[in-house]
């Protein structure tokens, strides 16, 4: 399919927080979050995640998508668009947490680390979102 990747704008918002409240997700703007929306030809939202930057790293988090209309190579290239993003912005590496096969992204450059291995503020964060899947949960980590 083919797709169109941007940053959201202030006016893409409220567009963006019904399309996360439709799958059960509350989103929160923050200045330290950049979401990036992938729309198909005729802007219907297709997913949309949050690049978070903290220093020289950023973590790729918030990920919503239309499961219908998004297929694996749909969800890889908005991953890779998305650690791009954040190498553009600065970081030196991204990661990101799943709980599907970490060996999946491989083709993207992530590798599979522990997590201990992520930066402590990082660790804080995902350990608060993703608490409830503590021995499932996958940490990824790109090197920019």
């Given at each position: ?86 190498e553009g912005k600065g ?30 503020d990082a660790q804080q964060?995902?350990?608060d979102q993703y608490s ?13």
């Amino acid at each position: 399919m083919e797709t169109i990747i941007y940053p959201a704008k202030e006016e893409d918002y409220d567009k963006v927080r019904n399309f996360a409240n439709q799958a059960g997700r509350n989103l929160a703007f923050t200045e330290t979050a950049q979401y990036l929306l992938m729309t198909d030809k005729s802007d219907k939202l297709l997913a949309t995640l949050g690049v978070y930057i903290e220093g020289n790293h950023a973590l790729i988090r918030s990920l919503v998508m239309d499961s219908a209309a998004c297929k694996i190579p749909d969800l890889f290239h908005f991953l890779d668009t998305a650690a791009g993003y954040a190498e553009g912005k600065g970081a030196k590496a991204v990661f990101f947490a799943t709980l599907i096969p970490g060996e999946l992204f491989a083709p993207l450059g992530f590798e599979v680390i522990a997590f201990t291995d992520l930066p402590g503020d990082a660790q804080q964060v995902f350990f608060d979102q993703y608490s409830r899947y503590p021995q499932t949960l996958i940490i990824l980590k790109k090197t920019c």
